[in-house]
């Protein structure tokens, strides 16, 4: 039997069930249990809050083998030794085909547990998200931590061409076999969203993070301003540790009527407070918010960065470089000039691009696919049980 259609027993693991990576894992994860796969998610119990207790409760009743939850350090920590033995404990309990690991810590975890004696031996699986890739990807730390669980990595799965690019050239593959499963969206995700009567000319959605250049978007903003003449709107939908830093540039620039901090919302309601979505990210992989912005019929000004190119396809000329203020606003003022209908056609472009290339039907064939190439490159064996490995 073609592996790929066999029902598999499925562990997913990640720490925070927050942003894309949350997403993607969630959307695998129904996706497959909808497939007959029998699933199970081990995540951190200490982030994400009520709304991520809200989204295990949804999608508990079609896994299988249930969610666990138990608190897991973003950063290393002695207290990661007792996650790893709790993460083998729970592979042995659920006797998992497959172990994915998604993100450095979630990916650590579901690899590192692999190395104790008597370790069952499932498919391990890691997708990178690109965190530690911007963060620290040539780190003595970094390469020395990822070529040690390399040992343990049966299958790497990237969610953009530019992410496994970036992890080959600065990791390298080991002896895993590797593929690439891009991030996709449902179906009812491409709709429309109205924009509401009193909504500002410009939007951010998105996390109050470094890497998503929100400050270039306020200079860029106060730059527009400076220019005299009208006097545009910017709502941000987002939380984040670079709130303070961001609130304090707002007053500097003089914005303060005419930037409004809002928190975390979801992505269809936060597409209603704007006009034209902004997304200033000065590194990526390869963002949701941008996929569902393109779905919603939002015109979307965006970087050049990681796998942005790759959303736009055809249309990647309209990218702009990150870090650059000027070029930034004048991309905006631009895009309150234009002429609607030119607008509106290139919307419906890219909307038809992302909807061929970018679906979650597309994400999970592509993972399940390379399950099955990986499980037949080492023979296709099921995994021992703890008993039977000791």
């Known amino acids: 039997m073609d592996r790929s259609q066999e029902s598999l027993r499925i562990l997913h693991v990640l720490r925070a069930p927050v942003g894309g990576l949350f997403r993607h894992v969630l959307d695998l994860a129904r996706a497959q249990a909808a497939r007959g796969h029998v699933v199970g998610l081990l995540a951190d119990s200490s982030t994400g809050g009520e709304p991520a207790r809200r989204q295990f409760d949804r999608i508990e009743p079609v896994l299988r083998l249930g969610v666990t939850r138990f608190a897991m350090k973003r950063e290393p920590h002695p207290s990661d030794l007792a996650a790893i033995w709790r993460v083998r404990g729970e592979i042995a309990r659920l006797a998992p085909d497959v172990v994915h690991g998604h993100g450095s810590k979630g990916g650590f975890y579901a690899r590192a547990s692999g190395f104790p004696p008597g370790a069952v031996k499932p498919l391990r699986v890691y997708t990178p998200h690109g965190g ?105 939908v987002g939380a984040g540790c670079e709130y303070d830093k961001l609130a304090a540039l707002v007053e500097r620039r003089g914005l303060n009527r005419h930037v409004a901090f809002y928190g975390a919302l979801p992505a269809r309601e936060a597409f209603a407070l704007g006009g034209i979505l902004v997304a200033p990210s000065r590194a990526e992989s390869l963002p949701y918010i941008v996929l569902e912005a393109i779905a919603a019929d939002k015109t979307v000004i965006a970087t050049d960065v990681g796998g942005v190119g790759e959303i736009f396809g055809p249309l990647r000329d309209k990218l702009i470089p990150r870090d650059d203020p000027q070029a930034l606003a004048r991309a905006m003022a631009g895009a309150l000039r234009r002429d609607p209908t030119e607008a509106a056609e290139e919307r419906a472009a890219l909307s038809r691009h992302v909807a061929s290339h970018f679906s979650v039907d597309a994400m999970t064939d592509a993972v399940l696919a390379a399950y099955a190439q990986a499980l037949a490159r080492r023979g296709g064996a099921r995994p021992q049980t703890l008993e039977a490995a000791s």
């Open 132 to 236: 530690s890739l911007h963060e620290r990807p040539g780190s003595p730390i970094f390469l020395a931590v990822e070529r040690l669980v390399a040992r343990r990595t049966d299958l790497l799965l990237f969610e953009s061409d530019y992410i496994a690019r970036k992890y080959l050239d600065v990791v390298g593959a080991g002896d895993a076999l590797w593929r690439v499963a891009k991030n996709g969206l449902r179906p009812e995700e491409f709709a429309p969203v109205a924009t509401g009567p009193d909504a500002a000319e410009f939007l951010y959605v998105g996390e109050l993070s470094s890497f998503k250049g929100v400050d270039t978007l306020i200079e860029a903003l106060a730059l527009l301003h400076a220019g005299g003449g009208a006097a545009p709107r910017l709502v941000v």
